[in-house]
């Protein structure tokens, strides 16, 4: 709250200087380049993954907060956002909204019109759930260099307009390109891309449930020789509601009863207390979900995602100051798109 408090003290004082920004870009592009700087400096002092964009004219003021598809900084845009105060007739937007298919631009030597655009779905049997996409353009080289870069970010360029900055960074799995379809290859166009992405996500199977069944996965490796256990809840798997719940508790409990392998030996009574505690004020009270819990090397971690932090603060409030088998510590990060969990979800 504090940071974004500074950056809004600043834009509020400085946010003259970038009424009719478009037509400043116009007529003097070196003095906009350096109000332009300002402000992502200012910026950057609040998170330096965010960048801006401008859109004024007579009728509207956009000031547009981009992590330019990097999903690691997407909850700053957003929690910068929703701490925005009125400010003039500014509009401020977490994130690059889509426009539609109402594009025509250059990248370097390279035109990126969405009707020259086509794309083949790219299935695999041992990933059904996942959307995955092959992307064309004529101008595509196998070969590293400036034509090459050029497309492949204009390509991302066009699915940011298309479908939106969130929608681009989260919802492939995985996208390469290529300059033409061999003959057997069956493509569409891009203007159907979204209409594949909404069926691929209507076909999984937690689709459109905000509290699908759990469906617990026990998974065992090693790490630096030392066994890891993993309790994971597999029904989250691309889960779509992930905004409704953006507190992320995790809980570590520092075992006091680890074996030498750094997993719980003898009474485990107190960990199975306070982990059910959670899982009823939580998951059960319908206020969020459990999604993993992690033993490895002496510690237990627990992480659940909640409605609101009242929630989790209501369920902590039922664990006892003390136990013998274990000390318990946690925190509460905003992570509305669970970014910070998907290591785990996507195993």
């Known amino acids: 709250m504090e940071r974004s408090k500074i950056f809004w003290e600043w834009f509020e004082k400085n946010h003259e200087s970038y009424n009719g920004f478009n ?27 965010l960048f801006v964009e401008l859109s004024n004219d007579d009728e509207k003021q956009e000031l547009i907060i981009t992590a330019q598809g990097n999903k690691e900084f997407f909850s700053d845009a ?41 794309f083949m779905p790219l ?12 992307l064309y353009h ?34 492939f799995d995985y996208i390469d390109f290529d300059d033409m379809p061999h003959p057997k290859e069956q493509t569409f166009a891009f203007s159907e891309l979204k209409e594949y992405v909404a ?52 809980m570590t409990l520092e075992l006091k009863n680890a074996g030498e392998n750094g997993l719980p030996q003898g009474n485990t009574d107190e960990i199975y207390e306070i982990e059910d505690v959670v899982y009823q004020e939580i998951f ?38 003390e136990y013998e088998t274990c000390s318990v510590c946690s925190k509460v990060e905003f992570d509305p798109f669970w970014v910070l969990c998907e290591q785990y979800l996507n195993i």
């Open 199 to 250: 069926y691929k996500k209507g076909q999984r199977p937690n689709a459109g449930q905000e509290f699908p069944t759990e469906n617990i996965k026990l998974l065992e490796g090693k790490i630096e020789g030392l066994p890891q256990l993993l309790v994971v809840n597999q029904a989250l798997q691309h889960y779509e509601f992930t905004q409704k719940f953006p507190y992320l508790l995790t």
């Open 138 to 171: 004529k101008d595509y080289t196998q070969e590293e260099g400036a034509t090459r870069n050029a497309v492949i970010v204009g390509l991302y360029a066009a699915l940011n307009m298309y479908l939106g900055e969130v929608a681009t960074a989260l919802d």
């Open 23 to 49: 037509e400043k870009y116009t007529l003097n592009p070196k003095e906009a380049e350096e109000l332009l700087a300002s402000l992502t400096d200012a910026l950057h002092k609040y998170s330096k993954g």
């Open 78 to 118: 957003i929690a910068l956002v929703e701490d925005a105060p009125s400010i003039g007739s500014w509009e401020f937007i977490a994130l690059k909204p889509a426009i539609g298919l109402n594009f025509n631009f250059q990248m370097g030597e390279v035109t990126i019109n969405p009707d020259d655009l086509l």
């Open 123 to 134: 299935e695999a049997e041992e990933y059904p759930n996942d959307i995955a996409v092959r």
């Open 284 to 321: 059960k009270a319908n206020k969020g979900h459990f999604v993993v819990t992690e033993t490895y090397n002496r510690q237990r971690h627990l992480y659940y995602y909640a409605d609101k932090k009242e929630s989790i603060e209501s369920a902590l409030k039922l664990l006892e100051n």
